[in-house]
């Protein structure tokens, strides 16, 4: 089946500086990546669409200068939280679809930030 | 506006019993799907099934089946002869529009007892 990997699986950082999360579809071309945010115990909320070789689409109150979204090629697409704070500290999960594909969404194993 | 309503926080059901997850979607649009999805304390997301909102039949992988009823606009999860291992967080899910980003409910815990 459909392999999205993340790195770092878990981070801990200091307040104020900035960090890069990975989104990779191994084993297909994803054009359409979602970034995703889950506070603990909640559900799954959007936080933009990654689009390959265009600018991301956020979702409504996402801070685009906060989250900064590349999407360099048809497989990574980058989340960089910038001058992180502790409410920043999250879950984050990304999902791809596959370009040849329909429906489905293939996520990735998640990464969790932890601002001190 | 497009919404997923589970009303179940927590459930527990009997090992082998079968068990069935609440999901209720509210949209103006005639052409979305129905996930569902699965999440361990390790916090992967595992697809589990998927209906369109145009398939007439009932959707079913192995021991998943959705009960789609299109009128109400539910869309329930029934597991059946449930594991231990089914044990876990469990989401309902809409898709929509060309990208088909995903709105999700609140979720159900489900505690499967031996």
């Known amino acids: 089946g459909a392999v999205v990997s993340q790195h770092p699986s878990r981070v801990i950082c200091k307040s104020g500086t900035s960090v890069k999360i990975e989104c990779r579809s191994l084993?297909?071309?994803?054009?359409?990546m979602f970034w995703y945010r889950q506070f603990p115990k909640k559900s799954l909320m959007l936080m933009a669409t990654?689009?390959?070789?265009?600018?991301?689409?956020?979702e409504q109150g996402v801070e685009k200068d906060k989250f900064l979204i590349n999407h360099a090629s048809l497989t990574l697409s980058t989340l960089t939280v910038t001058s992180a704070h502790p409410e920043d500290s999250s879950f984050y999960i990304c999902s791809a679809r596959d370009l040849g594909g329909s429906y489905e969404q293939y996520f990735g194993p998640g990464t969790r930030l932890t601002v001190t | 506006a497009q919404k997923i309503t589970q009303t179940q926080p927590g459930m527990f059901v009997q090992e082998k019993e079968a068990v069935t997850l609440d999901c209720t979607y509210d949209t103006s649009d005639q052409s979305y799907g129905l996930f569902w999805y699965k999440q361990p304390s390790s916090g992967e997301m595992i697809f589990l099934i998927y209906?369109?909102?145009?398939?007439?039949q009932n959707a079913t992988e192995g021991r998943y089946s959705l009960n789609f009823q299109k009128a109400r606009k539910s869309a329930n999860l029934v597991i059946s002869a449930s594991q231990l291992g089914d044990s876990a967080m469990y989401f309902c899910?809409?898709?929509?529009?060309?990208?088909?980003?995903?709105?999700f409910g609140t979720g159900t815990l489900l505690a499967v007892q031996p």
């Open positions: 084993d297909f071309q994803a054009t359409t």
């Open positions: 990654s689009n390959e070789g265009s600018k991301a689409t956020y």
């Open positions: 209906q369109g909102s145009y398939d007439e």
């Open positions: 899910a809409m898709g929509r529009g060309a990208t088909n980003k995903l709105i």
